[in-house]
């Protein structure tokens, strides 16, 4: 029962996690209320940020996953004194996608589509977390590779979202910067050490925000935008982890050339 329990969360705790996540959102479509904006008007510069009650829901929902996350991997036999706050990073950053997609299919059908496929990424990514404290379980692997699958599946939604609510620049740009260093650290840390690379997560961050800010104002639709920013976010990752195993440099660069070609390929052709 010991070695079963290091391997999965219990199943009480998740679900008292997710129920009380999924209520938030629940709640958000049921009850209306009226608009906020924040505006500042400069010379030459204007800013108007919206606030409805589904952008404070949306912060109260990721402040649940966070303080859930943290008492769902408490009980995980193996973590003893260790910190595990690399393994709020990724569900948190779960809830905060999903108020995106969410706010804008509000007053359609499609909502509860988007809800149940939250729900179900959700609960995987937490048991995967869940799985990850210990990288000697056989599950480790596929755990590994489940949370880089909806890393990148995030970030791809995130833009795609952003890019259909039109979302100015001076928005898109922190948000990209934002959610493509907590991505990468993440990943990156997957290896099984302690060696956060922030270096790396920043610098890859950066180079993200940037073709963000140079793609913003071309006629892109909104997959298009999306994939032509994942993929350098995947090629820059691959490489990283590349250097980091000691591989030379030219055999370095091919793989992650490979992956920024076709999803530039496959955006030009959507």
Do not use: K
């Not at 909502?111 to 609960?123: E, R, S």
């Not at 993440?186 to 270096?199: A, E, K, M, V």
């Amino acid at each position: 029962m010991q070695e079963d329990r290091s391997y999965f969360p219990s199943a009480d705790r998740l679900g008292v996690l997710t129920a009380s996540i999924l209520l938030t959102f629940a709640l958000t479509r049921l009850i209306q209320s009226p608009r906020l904006t924040l505006t500042l008007s400069l010379p030459g510069f204007y800013f108007a940020f919206p606030l409805t009650l589904g952008t404070f829901m949306t912060i109260l929902a990721a402040a649940l996953t966070a303080a859930g996350m943290d008492w769902l991997t408490r009980d995980h036999p193996l973590l003893g004194n260790r910190s595990n706050r690399e393994h709020l990073l990724l569900p948190t950053l779960t809830t905060f996608v999903m108020g995106a997609p969410l706010a804008l299919l509000s007053d359609t059908s499609a909502w509860w589509a988007g809800f149940g496929v939250g729900a179900v990424l959700l609960i995987a990514i937490c048991i995967a977390e869940y799985i990850a404290i210990n990288p000697s379980t056989p599950q480790y692997a596929f755990a590994r590779a489940g949370l880089t699958a909806v890393a990148y599946a995030l970030f791809l939604i995130l833009l795609t979202s952003l890019r259909f609510s039109g979302a100015r620049l001076f928005l898109l740009v922190p948000a990209v910067f934002l959610v493509a260093g907590v991505i990468s650290l993440r990943i990156l840390h997957l290896d099984g050490t302690d060696r956060w690379d922030f270096p790396w997560a920043i610098g890859i961050g950066l180079v993200c925000a940037q073709i963000g800010a140079g793609l913003h104002y071309w006629s892109l639709t909104p997959i298009q935008f999306g994939l032509a920013i994942t993929g350098p976010l995947y090629a820059l990752t691959m490489l990283s982890v590349s250097i980091a195993e000691n591989v030379p440099l030219r055999r370095a660069v091919i793989g992650p050339a490979i992956v920024v070609g076709a999803a530039w390929v496959a955006a030009l052709f959507l």
